[in-house]
């Protein structure tokens, strides 16, 4: 059964860089069917999209955060990673990582979040 | 503001049915993207609920269904239970944007 797993820092200074790694289970991340992306939802708010990568390396980024995102896969640990640089009170929120199916670019599996607070 | 607008709350007595409703635009469900539909039961992660406008994953009752007609979806859920208490979502992909995006989401109520 498909597992992923978020982990990194919950807490984060202004202007500093968000990490996160999820680690993929029960399953291949070379496997050409999918995506894996993040999707983050600030508290009591919506979901937004944050990215997807392929196992091949190639992302494709939310217009909105674009400029300060990076999604990169790591095939050998089976885990992919997201940076987000420059962060502010803004980007506090739960992440999450998910398996993007793709054709449909839908999210068929959800890490169960972790919640990361950006505050000095 | 979501590009895709839905509903903020929605509420229902047990064995009723509810629905709803995704608004988008010719650049996102109108353009023929498909719809995805996400259920959020309080303090987890979202679930699948239903793909390509219509489809349930397997384990997913059949109480909950879906269309999309021009540039609007629907979901109906039939024979509310208590348990379907919960934030549901929609998400396409929108070709102006270049992006997936979701609706800001609706918050059932079981009465």
């Known amino acids: 059964q498909l597992q992923l797993q978020e982990s990194g820092p919950e807490l984060v200074k202004p202007s500093e860089t968000l990490s996160l790694i999820c680690t993929v289970s029960g399953g291949s991340i070379n496997n050409g069917d999918y995506y894996w992306g993040w999707v983050r939802q600030p508290p009591g708010k919506g979901l937004e999209w944050i990215g997807r990568?392929?196992?091949?390396?190639?992302?494709y980024y939310n217009p909105s955060l674009k400029t300060r995102v990076t999604i990169f896969v790591d095939t050998s640990k089976n885990q992919f990673s997201l940076k987000l640089n420059s962060v502010t009170a803004a980007d506090t929120a739960v992440y999450y990582c998910?398996?993007?199916?793709?054709?449909?670019?839908?999210?068929?599996?959800w890490g169960q979040g972790l919640l990361v607070t950006v505050s000095s | 503001q979501s590009v895709l607008t839905q509903p903020p709350s929605v509420s229902g007595a047990p064995g009723q049915r509810v629905t709803i409703s995704c608004a988008g635009s010719?650049?996102?469900?109108?353009?023929?993207?498909?719809v995805h539909w996400y259920q959020q039961l309080p303090r987890t992660a979202p679930k699948l609920l239903i793909y390509a406008n219509s489809n349930r994953p397997s384990g997913v009752p059949a109480r909950f269904s879906a269309s999309k007609s021009g540039t609007s979806a629907s979901l109906a859920i039939t024979g509310l239970q208590a348990e379907d208490e919960a934030h549901y979502y929609c998400?396409?992909?929108?070709?102006?944007?270049?992006?997936?995006?979701f609706g800001g989401g609706t918050k059932l109520t079981v009465l």
């Open positions: 998910v398996r993007v199916d793709f054709g449909e670019l839908l999210y068929d599996h």
């Open positions: 010719s650049s996102n469900i109108g353009a023929g993207y498909a």
């Open positions: 998400q396409s992909y929108d070709s102006t944007l270049t992006s997936s995006v």
């Open positions: 990568v392929y196992y091949s390396g190639n992302a």
